[in-house]
């Protein structure tokens, strides 16, 4: 171990080096290319079959039940694979492999943050929101504190946590498809966000797992065929591939090891607590877990989700490495510098982020570069479907039907109210697509994580699992670690320096999650404890029914199948 | 005191049950186990990154291959291995316990 102060001074200089990769895999800037009509012809493919999905989703969707829940009657490994469809973006997969093919290693560091918040999930939350829950995590957390408050603060947290994950995967889409189809950037968007609305607005939760699951299929496929032909071309050895690449790398053996990237353990700290609390907040993957008929299918669900996604990074590592193979030596994939040198991390054609699709390329011709392209759309269409679905629940079934009509609505009516609120947030989702193309968007990601894991979680895990919560204590604590999440990132440097162009970050580190998790938690703790009106004794009283329904299910909402 | 008082007789039958009273501790031991378990590998990782850089840098035999990927690409295993683990456990044994207190609770709830 360092001394303090040598530890304090390596956070100060390495922390300008770290800041870029800690807040998300980012697409950056990108060039237009030449329009893709293979890539073209695939998509189209996928769009129709997801709308005939659609359509025989909309036809068999009466209830509210379906159009939240798909029923009742995913199974635990289709939900699994919804899970990693929904979870699995194209930043991860262009990202990460990007990542790999600059600094090796580091890549590593980065998939494993986003993995180890599933065991937790499953651990903590998974059977218990099954348990208790109907339609959204707000359920949940309001299911013995008081309705209004406690629904208003979960809609809020959602919607906040959608809209920063929505902007970025739009802005993401837009520039992705801008590079991989040639279509200009406006058009991707509304493509993407009218395809989003159809999906859920006339299929519900039906059509948005199918698409999830039908993308998971496609990527995980894709993938595995990249990685086993990398593979194949080193007879199958991990280690001739790692030499062959530090051998090509301008990092040489460096590639093996632990580079910039967690030099400031204080920020990595604290994105890996965003992470991996951030996963057990996010609504759009807690409102999975009503899909599936009772405990053992929600427990199924996180382990082949948790597999799926393993299995998907340790992919991406070898694709990677596969990029460094067999992208550095063949010159045409690189673009000279304006002294005529190429430089093989910076020169790429499309920039970095293209590695895995020119690899794509490289290991199966134009038609698997086409497949690959159309999949990374699907993507992106998997996950906005999913934020929007969240979006437009929290809209209709928490503050509509709980708090602005008070119970007093017809199922049809709330249904109706949750597919033009996804009608809404889809137009939205266009506009700040289209306003935020040439900001920095690459820490909205973490952003999001960093209020789902300051928020959402410790609403719902104190309400689960602490018998003195209180609706008072709840909804402060919960509304503190709001406030302090986006005030910290404003204040960091992501968008007080980068975005608002002062000097120097008032908050010195790239995520608030350290700070603004524990602030949540003893505010909700604090609060609950000095709460002694009637409503908190009834609430504490009222813990023991919701405790044994928790713990075993008696009286859980059961499977909806007809 | 009062809290229990307020206890309807079915919530006091429950949570008296020595089944119900075994589930609960079993299962919430096991999962609080798990989860500081994957807390201390992934924290532990983190700052073997950190502060251990020469470790991780180690190459194995004679290979390229360094200590690092290889705890890497072990952290990832571990976690799916902690998740099967889990399931494994719940799946059979908390489950038959659940379904056993079903079976002298469901009926006649009152909640």
Redesign the interface.
Known sequence: ??SPRLATASIITVLSANLALAAGPDLGQVDRQATNYIAIAMFLTFVAGTLVITYRAARASKSAADFYAAGGGITGLQNGLAIAGDYMSAASFLGISALVYTSG?DG??Y??GF??G???V???IA?RLRNLGKFTFADVASFRLDQTQVRILSATGTLVVVAFYLIAQMVGAGKLIQLLFGLPYLYAIIIVGGLMIVYVAFGGMKATTWVQIIKACLLLGGATFMALMVLAAFRFS??AL??RA?ELHPRE??L???GA?????IS??SL?LAL?FGTAGLPHILMRFFTVSD??AA??S??YA??FI?YF??LTFIIGFGAITFLMPDASFFTPGPDGVVNRLTGMIGGTNMAAIHLANAVGGSYFLGFISAVAFATILAVVAGLTLSGASAVSHDLYASVIARGRVSETREVNISKISAVVIGVVAIALGYTFENQNVAFMVGLAFAIAASCNFPVLAMSILWRGTTTRGAVVGGFLGLVSAVTMVVLSKAVWVDTFHNATAIFPYDNPALFSMPIAFIGIWLVSRSDTSTRA?AE??AF??QY??S?????ATGAHIH | MLDVQRLNPWHERVLGNLKFQQLVRERSGFAWTLSAVMLLVYCGFILLVAFAKNTMATRIGTGVTSVGIVIGLAVIVTAFLLTGLYVARANTQFDKLTEGLKRDFDEGSNR
Not at chain 1, 261 to 265: E, F, K, S
């Open positions: 171990m360092r290693f590593l560091i998939s494993i993995l180890v599933w065991p937790l499953l651990f903590l059977e991990p280690e790692f030499a530090v053996q460096a093996m090891a632990p990237m967690v030099a400031d353990p990595a700290i890996g991996m405990a053992k427990r199924k996180v382990f948790t597999g393993a990074y340790i004794r504490t009283a023991e029914a044994i329904r713990e075993t299910g008696i009286g």
